[in-house]
């Protein structure tokens, strides 16, 4: 099976959720891709901000990696969906970190479980990989007794427990933004799900 290594972006807790369930239940690394910037976390700001940061093609710079992607064998990649696709953090971090030959697995989560773009899109990305299995989640830390299942569904169904690696991280200090907002709380928009939750 060799070592499999979870990278993930999560802007607002939801991926980390996804990502932190698998970590246990396999007992994987992890890491968690963190940009020096940030998005307005609250209001409707970070919809605009983060939509733009995809459209315009912004490659944020990413605070370094931990372990080196060379000892694993397996890299789990999750990320929630902006404007229909991976967020420009990822797309730093596969540029940061060049990799080829490894089996991926993607975890994508989303508020309307329409993922069939993002993974294709991701899909495309990591090229010269093999894509063995895919999870779409919708906002998994929102319901966390029905995703918990779906992710030990996903890890039962493409891992074996051999590595004993994860640990619980220490807690992380809230990051400042430089550019906060005074915003309302105004930050809910609706997404239309038009697919199932799994894509294989
Ligand atoms: C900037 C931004 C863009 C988003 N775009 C989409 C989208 O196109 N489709 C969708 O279903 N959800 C979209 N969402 C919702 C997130 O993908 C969803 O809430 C996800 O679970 C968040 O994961 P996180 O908590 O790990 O950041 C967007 C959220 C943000 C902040």
Redesign the pocket.
């Known amino acids: 099976m060799g070592k499999s290594l979870i990278v ?11 990502a932190r369930t698998l970590a246990k239940h396999i007992g994987a690394y992890v890491e968690r891709i963190i940009p020096l910037k940030q ?1 307005p976390k609250k209001g409707f700001g ?6 733009k ?2 459209v315009m093609k912004e490659r944020p710079v990413l605070e370094p990696l931990q372990r080196e992607i060379t000892e694993f064998d397996n890299i789990i990649i ?8 991976y ?1 420009p953090a990822i797309y730093s971090f596969t540029k940061d970190y060049p990799f080829s030959g490894k089996n991926c697995y993607i975890i ?8 069939k773009k ?1 993974i294709a899109k991701i899909t495309e990305r990591l090229s010269g990989n093999k894509i063995i299995d895919t999870l779409s ?6 319901n966390k007794e029905k995703n918990e299942k779906l992710v030990i569904a996903f890890a039962d169904k493409n891992f074996d427990k051999a590595e004993a690696a994860y640990k619980e991280p220490e807690p992380e200090p809230e990051p400042e933004y430089d550019n906060e907002e005074s915003a309302e709380d105004d930050d809910t ?1 609706e ?3 038009t697919e199932e939750i799994t894509d294989n």
């Open positions: 993930y972006y999560s802007f607002e807790g939801n991926t980390e959720f996804a998005p970070k919809f605009f901000w983060g939509g940061s995809v999750g990320f929630p969906i902006w404007a229909g696709s967020p994508a989560c989303s508020s309307s479980g329409n993922a993002a989640l919708i906002d998994p830390a929102k928009i997404f239309s799900e």
